[in-house]
Structure formats: C-alpha cells, structure tokens
C-alpha cells in the first residue's frame, strides 16, 4: 500500500498533465496515473495541434465554454511552459461557390461564441492570402493558432512532477473501490490511496467511470489519420486551410495544417472503430488525403510525404447517430469525490487550461490548501539549439561542447539536447521519450542516421541494452547479444542433429 494521497489523476494526457499542473500550485498531494510509459502517448501526442477560436462548437455547450476560455489562456500558458506556439490564423475555405453561403452560418455561430475578427473574404482576396490556394471565397480567422500538442503535455508533467506531483507511469488502473476521502485505485504493482478522483483516462473514461460505479457513458472511439509532409513543401500555405466542414460528419473535415516546426499535416480522417487502440494508417487513407488535399493545394505527390500517424476521438456519439456531442465534466451522484470528463474529443487540447482550473476550483472546495511554495510556473523541458543565432550557440558551445555536436542531423538536435531528454523529469526512457522531447527522429530520415547514436547515448547514460524500448512495455529494441543469439543456435542445431540421430536409431532398430 503506497501513501495516501489527496488527488488521483487517472491519465497523463494533456487534461490531465494540465490539472495535475494546476492542482501543484497547492499544498496538495497529487499522483497521476498513467498507463503508458510516458505522458501524451494518446490523443494528446496525436492531433491537429490547433487551439481552435470556438467558431466550430455550439454556441451555448460545454465544449464551447471551455474552448474559448482555454484559447484566452493558451499564449500565456505556452510561454511559461517555453512550448511552440504560432498564431497564424486559419482559412475556411468554400472550394464551390455553392459552399460560399455556409460561411455566413459559420462566422455567425463563432460572433455567438465570441472570437473576434472574424472577415469573409472573396476569391481574390483568398489568392492574396493564400498564393497556392484555390477556393471561391473563405471565413478568415486571425485569431486561430498552432501549438505543439506533446510538448505542452510533457512540459506541464515536468512542471508538475519539479513542483511535487508524483507521476506513476507504466500503471494501468484495472479496479476502483472505496468512497469519498477513501478511495483505493489498484495497478497491477500497487494500491493507491486517494481521497479525491478525477477520471481523465480519454479513451477509457467509460470504464474509469464503470469502476467507480457510473454506468452513464459509452466512448465510441473513431479513428483519425494523419500525414507530415516534408519541410521542404511547408512554405506553400501561410495559415491553416480548413473546407467547410461537412454536414452532420465525425470531424472537421480534412484539413492543411502548418505545424509549429515547419511541417504541414493532411488530415484527419473520420473511421469508427471498436478498438481505441488500433492507431493503425493504411495506404487508402493515405491516397485519400493526399487527393482531398490537392483538391485546395494542387500539385502535391507522394514524394512529399514524410511520415503518417493516427489518433483516435473518444466520441459520445455513435456513428449510426453522428452529429454532435458535448463534452462531460462534472461530479455525478452516483460517485461523489469522483470529477468525470468523458467525450473528451477536440477542441479538448484547446479546452485543456480552461478544464484545469475548473477542476481545480472543485479540488479546493472540498479539501483547503495553501499556495505552494514549490511551484514551478515557468519550465523549459528540452532547449531548441535549431531555433538560436549562431552567436547563442556559439555561447552555448562555449558552456557545453555536446551543444556543438549534432546528432540529428535532419531536425539540428546537438547531443546535449539529446543527453537532456535522457535525463527528464519523468524518469521516461523510451527512444520515443526522447524523440518527442528533443525532436530527433521526427526528419526526413526517420531516425535511419540517427537512431544508433541515440543508443549509444542511452547506454553511455548508465541504461543496459536490454532496458531499451522503443514505446515501453515489451516493444524492446535488442533481445540479447550476437553471442548470446550464437550459443542459441548451436544449441538448436545440437539438439535437432541429436533428435535426428536417435530417431534414425529406433527405424533402425525396426
Ligand atoms: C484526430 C484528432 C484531432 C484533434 N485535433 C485537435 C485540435 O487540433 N485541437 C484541439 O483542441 N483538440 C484536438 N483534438 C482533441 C484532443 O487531442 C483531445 O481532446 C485531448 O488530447 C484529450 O486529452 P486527454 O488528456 O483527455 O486524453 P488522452 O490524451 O487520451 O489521455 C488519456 C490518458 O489516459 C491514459 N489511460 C487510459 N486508460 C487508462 C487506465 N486504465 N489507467 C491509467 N491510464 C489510462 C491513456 O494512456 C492516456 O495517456 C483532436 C483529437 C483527434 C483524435
């Protein structure tokens, strides 16, 4: 049996890592319950990365309370977190000029949720803005912005975890029993012991909220694919170029994405699944997007693609239905103690800071604390040397040589960076521990160069070859050595000549 604590957080996706952040201005014990082997390995790590105005939410719901209030928060909260964020706007773009009159519905319904700014503009004006985009006219939203989604959760964990949060990771929970003040959330190595619940699992949210016995929800997750295209293609767009969403669909519809390093996302898809983990991509979606996608951004091939990923949306709603469904936070009568965010699907990144505070505000009703003394507000996970003058680095150089020497080469990540992601908060070792702290392997190569030196940086840092995994669990890079694997053989061969042999002697003996 582990201490008591007075807050557990199940899941270490970006709602949760941001109220785990928030509740650590406190004096307050706090553990996060992650089941992987690092934070934002879901839905978190895997999205458009928009921190959307509120122009696509009703006006009136939850998500759209939440939306708005978290994109007010997000520049601030990315500065202090020392995450990437751009505010380069977005275009919603009528491909037809039958599409042109949807528009007006649109920027109506964002005036309602109050973003500001909101202009439509003509064919012309659309070609200014966007020289390589075709469309009859389009919603423009200044306000609109991009922000690096894994490195917001890994930054707020880190944060969390340097202002006392305790993360657990590698812990499934599979039971719940207990009430309010006395709750015991067991994993398959420990029992923890909390007072306070918030269910923040994402696509497991309906059996947290099982466990704890509410029987309400169903998640229908509801497969999204996406894919990079190489940096090389990145200056064709200047701002996000959205379609206009298609009516009563699972998504926004496929989207042209800049990311905050220079890469452009097609995506996302809209599948329906049974299994909320089969992130699988397939070569149909991949065709499909890249052909969606030319159809506002002509000209683009195969050859511009670097690499595709999937997330998956925890939706409400199942596809026999569609349409819309709002997000879940709140406490409900059957489990007092417990917070419930269910339907936690986008703009949940947006919403995130807005989600924290609140759950914050019904953590300190219930429990009273003070301010923290140790808390860390500004942090800075991994240093980005690609983004210093040459006279920063020269600096930096000067401090520590490893600054000087560049490991990943397509992404410009030196040594020192790489040795710092080793080295992080979260005790996460994991090649992609490092990969989505430092950057290095997100290239055009895909780690084909750099992959090695990266473990020999992890065995130089004290991990054994064997500890070595690609994403946790049992997805191990070496199984033993060359040696080991030789002894093996011989073995094998020993005992197959041996069975041949006595074999032969007994048809022999016939
Ligand atoms: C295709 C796609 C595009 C999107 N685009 C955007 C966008 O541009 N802007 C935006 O604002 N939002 C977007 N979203 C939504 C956003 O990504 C999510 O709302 C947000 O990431 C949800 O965060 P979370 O922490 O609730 O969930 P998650 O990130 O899924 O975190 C939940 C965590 O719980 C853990 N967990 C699950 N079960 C257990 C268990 N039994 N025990 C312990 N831990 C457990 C999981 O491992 C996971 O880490 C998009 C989503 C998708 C799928």
Redesign the pocket.
């Known amino acids: 049996m582990s201490e008591k604590y007075d807050v557990a957080v199940?899941?270490?996706?970006?709602?949760?890592s941001a109220i785990a952040r928030e509740l650590s201005r406190y004096t307050l014990k706090v553990a996060v319950?992650?089941?992987?082997a690092d934070?934002?390995?879901?839905?978190?790590g895997?999205?458009?990365?928009?921190?959307?105005t509120g122009i696509n939410v009703p006006h009136g719901s939850v998500k759209a309370k939440y939306n708005v209030a978290g994109a007010r928060m997000f520049e601030e909260y990315c500065a202090d977190l020392d995450v990437p964020f751009k505010r380069v706007g977005k275009v919603i773009v009528a491909l037809t000029e039958a599409e042109v009159p949807d528009l007006a519905g649109l920027k109506a319904r964002g005036e309602a949720n109050g973003v500001p700014d909101l202009e439509i503009i003509d064919r012309a004006t659309l070609k200014k803005m966007e020289p390589n985009i075709e469309g009859a006219g389009a919603l423009n939203v200044p306000t609109a912005a991009i922000a690096c989604?894994y490195s917001l959760t890994i930054a707020l964990a880190e944060s969390a975890t340097a202002s006392g949060v305790d993360f657990k990771l590698n812990?499934?929970?599979v039971g719940i029993a207990g009430t309010e003040g006395a709750f015991e959330i067991e994993t398959p190595d420990e029992t923890i012991s909390a007072g306070l619940i918030v269910n923040?699992?994402?696509?497991?949210s309906d059996?947290?909220a099982r466990m704890t016995g509410v029987n309400r929800w169903r998640i229908w997750p509801c497969r999204?694919e996406y894919i990079i295209l190489d940096k090389r293609v990145g200056g064709l767009i200047n701002s996000m170029v959205y379609p206009v969403p298609p009516k009563g669909g699972a998504?926004l519809g496929i989207h042209i994405t800049p990311t905050t390093d220079g890469n452009i996302l097609l995506g996302?898809s809209a599948d329906y699944t049974n299994d909320g983990d089969d992130v699988r991509t397939t070569a149909k979606i991949r065709r499909q997007l890249l052909s969606e996608a030319s159809e506002f951004l002509p000209g683009l091939t195969p050859r511009d693609v670097i690499t595709a990923y999937s997330?998956?949306?925890?939706k409400l709603v199942p596809s026999k239905v569609g349409g819309f469904g709002d997000f879940v936070i709140e406490e409900v009568p059957e489990a007092p103690g417990v917070m419930q965010?269910v339907g936690?699907?986008?703009?949940?990144?947006?919403?995130?800071p807005a989600i924290a505070e609140k759950v914050s505000d019904w953590v300190r009703e219930r429990i009273s604390t003070e301010a923290n003394p140790g808390f860390q507000k500004k942090w800075s996970s991994v240093h980005r040397t690609r983004e210093d003058t040459l006279s920063i680095v020269d600096s930096l150089i000067a401090e520590d040589p490893d600054y000087g020497e560049i490991v990943c080469r397509c992404e410009m990540v030196t040594k020192r960076e790489i040795v710092d992601a080793i080295n992080n908060k979260l005790d996460a070792t994991s090649l992609n521990a490092i990969k989505y702290r430092s950057r290095a392997t997100m290239g055009r190569c895909q780690g084909g160069f750099c992959g090695p030196r990266i473990v020999d940086l992890l065995l130089e840092n004290g991990k054994s070859p064997e500890s070595i995994t690609l994403n946790g669990g049992d997805s191990w890079l070496f199984l033993g050595t060359t040696e080991d694997l030789r002894t093996e053989r011989k073995a094998q061969r020993a005992s197959q000549k041996s069975g041949a042999t006595s074999s032969a002697k007994k048809v022999g003996a016939k």
């Open positions: 199940i899941g270490g996706g970006v709602v949760g319950i992650e089941r992987a934070v934002a390995r879901g839905t978190s895997k999205n458009s990365g928009v921190v959307h989604p812990s499934p929970v923040s699992a994402g696509l497991n059996k947290i999204g998504g996302p997330g998956m949306r925890p965010l936690i699907e986008s703009p949940g990144l947006t919403a995130a």
